[in-house]
């Protein structure tokens, strides 16, 4: 079992920056996979970026270039920073990870983007 939190989103004005972060608590030496997810309204939540233990990340097209993930094995933490921000990058921001065959979602938090 993994409880995950979200911290670090905001409005900011389109090309700003914000730095999202997720602990993980319980058994965090299990997680495989780690991620971001984003929902926004209207819309099916959507991958933003996730990776490995080992480090490899998978971005998608949208973000590349302008968000960078990076994780903290022995902390259980994943972080997302998010550079040059667009009114489209609006969204309820989801940290995801993964154990086994089973996904754990935090609750989620808002990124507002104005143009």
């Known amino acids: 079992q993994v409880r995950l939190v979200e911290s670090g989103g905001g409005l900011v004005q389109a090309g700003g920056s914000l730095r999202l972060s997720c602990t993980a608590s319980?058994?965090?030496?299990?997680?495989?996979?780690m991620g971001w997810y984003r929902q926004a309204p209207g819309r099916q939540r959507e991958l933003v970026a996730d990776?490995?233990?080992?480090?490899?990340?998978n971005y998608a097209d949208s973000v590349k270039g302008r968000f960078t993930i990076s994780r903290d094995n022995a902390k259980g933490t994943v972080y997302v920073q998010m550079n040059s921000l667009k009114p489209e990058d609006t969204a309820v921001y989801y940290c995801?990870?993964?154990?086994?065959?089973?996904?754990?979602w935090g609750p989620g938090t808002q990124v507002s983007v104005s143009s």
């Open positions: 995801n990870a993964v154990l086994g065959w089973s996904n754990y």
């Open positions: 319980g058994s965090i030496s299990s997680i495989t996979r």
């Open positions: 990776i490995t233990r080992g480090g490899s990340s």
